[in-house]
C-alpha cells in the first residue's frame, strides 16, 4: 500500500439520468485534476427520484450507469466506487442498491448489493420504505484487496447504523471503508458525523464517504457533508452543503501509527 489521494464526492441527483451523469463526470474530472487516484460517487448517484420511476427505468439506469462508470475509470485511469444504483432482480418487480467498484482498465473488481433497507418513519413527517422496490441483499459486503490502494470495504449508507458489518469487514483486514450515502437532511444533522467518526475510530481505518446534498425532489432533502475520515477519527475534508468533493491523503504509516497506538482490535474478547 502506498500514500495517495482520495475523493468522496458530493452531488444534488435528480430524477434526470444524463443530467447526473453530466454532474457526475464534471465533479471526477475535477477530483482527478487534484490528484485523487481513488474516487467514490454517493448513493443512488445517477437517479434519485419517486420510487415508481426508478422501477420503471431501472433496466436503462442499469445498463448506462455501469456503463459510465468503466469509461470513467479508463478515460481518467482511477479506481472508481460507483456509489450505488439500481439493478433489476429477474421476476420480483424490485431492484438490488448495488455498488461496485472498477479498476483504471474498466473491470469491475467487487460489488455488494445492500443489506440494510432504509425503512423508517422520519421525526420530520417523511417516510421511507426502501423495501417496497428494493430487494435486500443476502451477502457481508467484501473486501477487496489492493496492494498500491490498501485493502477497500464496501457498505451503503443505512448500514453504518450497524457497527457488526463494520467490524466483519475489520475482521477481513480492511484498511479504507467505503460509505457512499444518501442520508436525510433530519437525520444527517444530529446522525452522520458522529457515525462516521466512530465506525472509522471502532476499526482502526479510513472512511470514504461521499454523499447526497440538497433537494433531489419533491419533499426529498438530503443532509451533505461528504467526509474523508482517518483512523482516529480525524476529520480529513468535508465538502460541506453544495455540490463538490472531499480529498484528502491515505497514508499507510497513519494506519500503521494509530493501529500501534491504539490496538483496539487486538483486544477483543468477543
Not at 433531489?216 to 482516529?232: K, L, S
Request: hydrophobic share 40%.
Amino acid at each position: 500500500m502506498k500514500s495517495y489521494l482520495a475523493a468522496a464526492i458530493q452531488l444534488t441527483s435528480v430524477p434526470d439520468l444524463q443530467k447526473n451523469l453530466a454532474q457526475a463526470e464534471e465533479l471526477i474530472d475535477l477530483a482527478v485534476r487534484q490528484g485523487a487516484e481513488l474516487v467514490s460517487l454517493p448513493e443512488n448517484f445517477s437517479f434519485m427520484g419517486e420510487e415508481k420511476d426508478k422501477l420503471g427505468q431501472a433496466e436503462v439506469i442499469a445498463r448506462e450507469t455501469e456503463k459510465f462508470l468503466k469509461k470513467m475509470a479508463q478515460r481518467f485511469q482511477i479506481t472508481i466506487l460507483g456509489g450505488s444504483f439500481p439493478i433489476p432482480v429477474d421476476n420480483t418487480g424490485k431492484v438490488y442498491n448495488t455498488t461496485i467498484l472498477i479498476d483504471p482498465n474498466g473491470q469491475e473488481l467487487a460489488r455488494y448489493y445492500k443489506v440494510h433497507l432504509f425503512d423508517v418513519n422520519v421525526p420530520d413527517g417523511n417516510t421511507y420504505r426502501e423495501s417496497s422496490t428494493v430487494l435486500a441483499g443476502k451477502q457481508l459486503p467484501p473486501v477487496y484487496f489492493s496492494e498500491t490502494l490498501g485493502n477497500l470495504g464496501l457498505s451503503v449508507c443505512y448500514d453504518v447504523r450497524f457497527p457488526e458489518l463494520y467490524r466483519h469487514l475489520a475482521d477481513k483486514g480492511a484498511d479504507v471503508v467505503f460509505i457512499p450515502a444518501a442520508f436525510t437532511a433530519f437525520t444527517g444533522k444530529d446522525h452522520w458525523q458522529v457515525l462516521l467518526q466512530a465506525r472509522a475510530i471502532e476499526n482502526t481505518c479510513y472512511i470514504i464517504a461521499a454523499a447526497q446534498t440538497g433537494t433531489n425532489y419533491a419533499r426529498r432533502q438530503t443532509h451533505g457533508h461528504a467526509m474523508i475520515i482517518d483512523p482516529w477519527g480525524v476529520i480529513l475534508a468535508d465538502a460541506g452543503e453544495q455540490p463538490g468533493i472531499a480529498i484528502a491523503e491515505i497514508k499507510p504509516t497513519r494506519l500503521e501509527q494509530v493501529r500501534r497506538q491504539m490496538p483496539s482490535l487486538q483486544h477483543r474478547v468477543f
